[in-house]
């Protein structure tokens, strides 16, 4: 490889490397990376893909150092335009020669000891030089700041790739909520907002501790949105990508099968629900790509999960976070706990319910995808846990009395005005004492379910979160999806009646409340799949437009491929709209097409295809069936929706 000094050639990237400088990362049949350092200035990790001949992938870091001006080049004979997919493709005058594609902007970072990210900027180009002779840019790098970015090269046998990168249909541009950061990405070339220098992070900086961290559920989102990009539009971009984040995932793995988070301190603790998003990739890609690699990455992550429990009075619990097993680490890192025997349980153990749910369910589902047994005892005793648990309902009147004081802390501001006096005082004493000290009365008297149908996040911390009910009622879903016998009917009713009948829904929307929101969206998602009931399609159909209002992104599994809620031989085709304004909610499964088309738009449009359903369908509104046979195009009308399902089912 070329660099002299802090000059780069593009084309260098690419060229073999001198074994003995190479060190291998990762390796499966879907890929190999491997590492290596440029004259110790920077290091570049090298992601190739032997079932996908002709393209490959470079991250580059240069390393922190004095201040200095670094110029990339890539030679006389280039061309370099913008891409629609993000970022820019850099294209030789000749056909014969390569094309590059640069996904995302180089951004300049600043990182700890532990790989988290403690600042983060664009970098600037100090110039830029195209000419028959010459293409090349400058970047002024600051001290103490390394650069960043991310180079795919395309050879002749796979053009295909950079021509599907320059006609993108409307689908693969729309947002895309992520269940990890709550932020939304567009298009394939966002994927790398996320998927830095080799590992997938969060795209938000932590509040309290200002950095970004590495987060598996985040690499879940991705994966579940490129599957379900690779399912509608059939390209093989979606499958390389795939196949990188799998690699990503697969490469930050420790010894012990665990992924370690460092969210709330040096001690690197893990987050299990982050930790089960990397078993669920796994999961995801072992049943579509059988690999040994994959399997033995997918049995020591399994075993992670299962490993970390507590016995309570209730039965077998799966734990939250590793700083639950150490209590003087746990406080050290000021992380939010009561320490309590509540219910027989560990006093670091927070009954933090969705990830104990997350465990259940990715536990069971790898015994289904490996056939593996080994878990189903522990699978079954957290089961009759949550039975247990969900069941409780103890000082049932002292809850109604102090949820009906909670409810009007979560009143819209143009309600709450509208308060008379002495509930404006209650809501501000419930705001200012009760919160506070509500989880006073949970260690009294435990229960995770309140009355008007509230599901908690946890028992044993002292703040309250109902920004989880919509995670746990997601949660309850996907539970209830793979243990059809489960009781669950009578919870989620009553968690849905009390987002739609109550005030939660328009607070949550003052105040923009995205994970609450998008888990929302999630959740309705997950119960449509579910169930025939058209309250579910239409709640979906306005949560929609809620998201189009605060520009929140449809959750991944809206594109209809979620690989945990939707088999593979029931995978159809999300398609996509003429129009960008539209937006597409695919809630095909059982081998039956069903289409919710919404229309966030002041303005009527037409309901016109770039890529449509493979099936006649037949359209409702809100108001009634449509017309089958006409002889204008269907409309969805301003702020309105559109269902459509199969005809003739099959």
């Known amino acids: 490889m070329r660099a002299e000094g802090n000059v780069f050639a593009l084309q260098s990237l690419f060229e073999p490397c001198d074994h003995s400088a190479v060190d291998e990362v990762a390796r499966s049949k879907q890929f190999m990376r491997r590492k290596a350092v440029l004259y110790s200035s920077a290091e570049i990790l090298i992601d190739e893909f032997p079932s996908e001949p002709g393209a490959s992938c470079r991250f580059f870091r240069l390393q922190p150092g004095p201040q200095r001006r670094v110029r990339f080049e890539a030679g006389g004979g280039h061309t370099i335009q913008s891409c629609p997919s993000g970022g820019w493709i850099i294209q030789s005058r000749s056909d014969s020669h390569l094309t590059y594609w640069l996904p995302h902007p180089p951004a300049l970072r600043r990182v700890d000891s532990h790989g988290r990210i403690l600042s983060e900027e664009r970098a600037s ?49 729309q947002p895309v909520f992520m269940w990890g950061s709550h932020t939304a990405a567009r298009g394939p070339g966002e994927a790398y907002r996320y998927l830095i220098h080799g590992s997938v992070y969060e795209n938000r900086f932590e509040p309290r501790r200002k950095w970004k961290i590495c987060a598996e559920n985040e690499a879940y989102s991705l994966y579940v949105m490129l599957h379900g990009l690779e399912v509608a539009t059939r390209k093989r971009l979606y499958t390389l990508l795939k196949r990188q984040l799998l690699c990503s995932v697969m490469a930050r793995q420790s010894e012990d099968g665990g992924w370690y988070h460092g969210e709330w301190s040096d001690a690197m603790e893990s987050h299990y629900r982050l930790h089960n998003g990397g078993v669920l990739v796994l999961e995801a890609a072992l049943e579509q790509w059988p690999d040994d690699s994959t399997r033995t990455s997918l049995d020591k992550a399994a075993g992670f999960a299962a490993r970390h429990t507590d016995e309570t009075d209730l039965g077998l619990w799966f734990l939250h976070d590793s700083l639950e097993e150490d209590l003087e680490l746990r406080r050290e890192s000021s992380s939010p706990l009561v320490v309590s025997r509540t219910l027989g349980k560990a006093l670091g153990n927070g009954l933090v319910l969705n990830t104990h749910l997350d465990s259940i369910i990715v536990l069971d589902r790898y015994r289904q995808i490996t056939g593996n047994t080994e878990y189903a005892t522990v699978v079954d005793a957290a089961r009759d846990t949550v039975r247990r648990l969900l069941a409780l309902r103890p000082a049932q009147l002292l809850y109604r009395l102090i949820y009906s004081a909670v409810d009007l802390t979560l009143l819209p501001s143009a309600e709450a005005r509208q308060l008379p006096l002495v509930l404006r005082a209650l809501k501000r004493a419930a705001r200012e004492y009760l919160l506070p000290r509500l989880y006073v009365v949970k260690q009294r008297f435990p229960r995770i379910v309140m009355p008007g149908g509230l599901i908690e996040r946890h028992i044993s911390m002292p703040n309250l979160d109902l920004n989880y009910h919509t995670v746990n009622l997601m949660d309850l879903a996907r539970l209830w999806r793979r243990f059809p016998d489960e009781p669950l009917a009578g919870v989620v009713e009553d968690a849905v009646s009390a987002v739609r009948n109550s005030s939660l829904l328009s607070y949550w929307v003052e105040l923009k409340q995205r994970q609450a929101l998008g888990y929302w969206l999630e959740a309705l998602y997950r119960l449509c799949t579910l169930s025939r009931k058209p309250e579910y399609r239409r709640y979906l159909a306005e949560g929609v437009l809620i998201a189009e209002d605060l520009s929140l992104g449809l959750p991944p599994s809206l594109l209809g491929a979620n690989p ?23 809630l095909s499964s059982g081998g039956t097409w069903e289409i919710l088309v919404v229309n966030g738009d ?36 301003p702020r309105g929706w559109l269902l459509g399902t199969d005809r003739h089912p099959s």
């Open 564 to 586: 945990e809620a939707v088999p593979v031989e029931q995978r159809m085709p999300c398609p996509s709209p003429s129009d960008a304004r539209l937006r597409v909610v695919n």
């Open 602 to 637: 002041t303005m009527a449009i037409d309901l016109a295809w770039e890529s449509g359903p493979q099936k006649d369908l037949a359209w409702k509104s809100p108001d009634g069936p449509m017309p089958p046979d006409h002889a204008s195009p269907l409309s969805v009308r």
């Open 125 to 173: 180009l100090t110039s830029f030089t195209v000419s028959p002779t010459e293409l090349a840019v400058d970047i002024d790098v600051p001290q103490g700041l390394l650069l960043d970015f991310v180079v795919w090269q395309f050879a002749a046998n796979a053009r295909d790739l950079a021509a599907d990168l320059a006609s993108p249909l409307v689908l693969e541009m």
